[in-house]
């Protein structure tokens, strides 16, 4: 059964970073390309961040490219977010979420998500 | 950025009804190796959104023969027929034809 599991949410003031985890199971984790996802409290979703199996390329929207890092480890089965310089807009949950076994579709499967609140 | 523009914004359907969504793109989402990049999500009260539909029309594992998907270029639906009570939830179409990746603003589906 795949699992994703995130973590490393919480209250950080804006400006500062923080980190998030994903930790992958039930799949060959260096198989399949990651992307993180966010939904702000209410509202839809957006795309983050997204990694190819290697980890050798990254893709981010305009909205966080140059703050925010993707990455993997792949002997760990472990994803990563570095958020740097937060935002307030940043609020939100974070989904890490694997693409499909042929590369469609994009998020076939998600984490439970972990909550990452940017206020002073 | 290619806007995936969604309506109704809400639903209210009797169980049994059939519900409908569409969803229209700003730009044709077939790309040039002639595949549409247009998913389906669903996201029930409290939990993660979870895969429906991918490329314009193909279910995912699990997902019961109710939910069809269709349409082509720019013009999308998805069709609940006989709607059930665990089909309550807000419903997103997605793209990744075109960079950045987007989504609908969501369709809320309630029953009546």
């Known amino acids: 059964e795949v699992q994703l599991v995130e973590s490393g949410g919480g209250l950080v003031q804006p400006g500062r970073s923080l980190k998030l985890s994903c930790v992958a199971s039930?799949?060959?984790?260096?198989?399949?390309?990651m992307t993180w996802i966010r939904q702000a409290p209410g509202k839809g979703l957006e795309w983050v961040a997204s990694?190819?199996?290697?980890?050798?390329?990254?893709y981010y929207p305009d909205s966080v490219k140059g703050r925010f890092t993707i990455s993997r480890d792949n002997a760990k089965s472990t994803l990563y977010l570095q958020m740097n310089s937060l935002r307030s807009e940043d609020t939100a949950t974070y989904y890490c979420?694997?693409?499909?076994?042929?590369?469609?579709?994009?998020?076939?499967?998600w984490g439970q998500g972990t909550l990452v609140t940017v206020s002073s | 950025d290619v806007v995936l523009t969604q309506t109704p914004v809400s639903l209210s359907v009797t169980l049994g009804d059939q519900a409908s969504i569409s969803c229209r793109s700003s730009?044709?989402?077939?790309?040039?190796?002639?595949?549409?990049?247009l998913e389906w999500y669903l996201q029930k009260p409290g939990q993660s959104p979870q895969l429906l539909i991918y490329?314009?029309?193909n279910r995912f594992s699990g997902v019961p023969d109710r939910f069809i998907g269709s349409g082509s270029g720019t013009d999308f639906t998805l069709k609940i027929s006989r709607v059930e009570p665990e089909d309550l939830g807000v419903y997103y179409c997605?793209?990744?034809?075109?960079?950045?990746?987007?989504f609908g603003s969501g369709t809320k589906l309630e029953i009546k």
């Open positions: 979420t694997r693409r499909g076994t042929t590369g469609i579709p994009w998020f076939a499967y």
């Open positions: 039930g799949f060959t984790f260096n198989n399949y390309w």
């Open positions: 990694i190819t199996n290697t980890g050798g390329s990254t």
């Open positions: 730009q044709s989402l077939e790309y040039s190796d002639g595949y549409t990049y």
């Open positions: 490329g314009v029309s």
């Open positions: 997605f793209q990744a034809t075109h960079d950045p990746l987007t």
